[in-house]
């Protein structure tokens, strides 16, 4: 079972930025696609990025050209830059790994292992 801790998350203004990482404590890591999910409050989780291993990324329409995924192999880490942020953009964010097919990447159901979950708040 890949572990995955998520850091990074805090409370930002408005406008502002905030980097999340996630550690992976499996090295095969470069056989899978990382993604990260977020979930409000009383909504479900949602899509937000995914990274697949051809350097492929994929994001969600409301986080496109905000929002950039990265990994870094040799740490074993993902990234989610996320600039311009808006109180929209507050919820849980997760990542997550697992060999998903293109069709699935955006389905949470796709992914086997998972973080414990990083909070962001973005204040208006």
């Known amino acids: 079972q890949v572990q995955l801790v998520e850091t990074g998350g805090g409370l930002v203004q408005t406008g502002g930025s905030l980097r999340l990482s996630c550690a992976i404590s499996?090295?095969?890591?470069?056989?899978?696609?990382l993604a990260w999910f977020r979930q409000a409050p009383g909504k479900q989780r949602e899509f937000t990025a995914a990274?697949?291993?051809?350097?492929?990324?994929y994001y969600a329409d409301d986080v496109e050209g905000r929002f950039t995924i990265s990994r870094d192999n040799a740490k074993i880490t993902s990234y989610l830059q996320m600039n311009s942020l808006k109180p929209a953009d507050t919820a849980v964010y997760y990542c997550?790994?697992?060999?998903?097919?293109?069709?699935?990447?955006?389905?949470?159901?796709?992914?086997?292992?998972w973080g414990q979950g990083t909070q962001v708040t973005v204040s208006s």
């Open positions: 997550a790994a697992a060999p998903v097919i293109l069709s699935q990447i955006r389905r949470s159901e796709a992914y086997r292992s």
């Open positions: 499996d090295r095969t890591l470069s056989y899978y696609t």
């Open positions: 990274l697949r291993r051809d350097g492929h990324s």
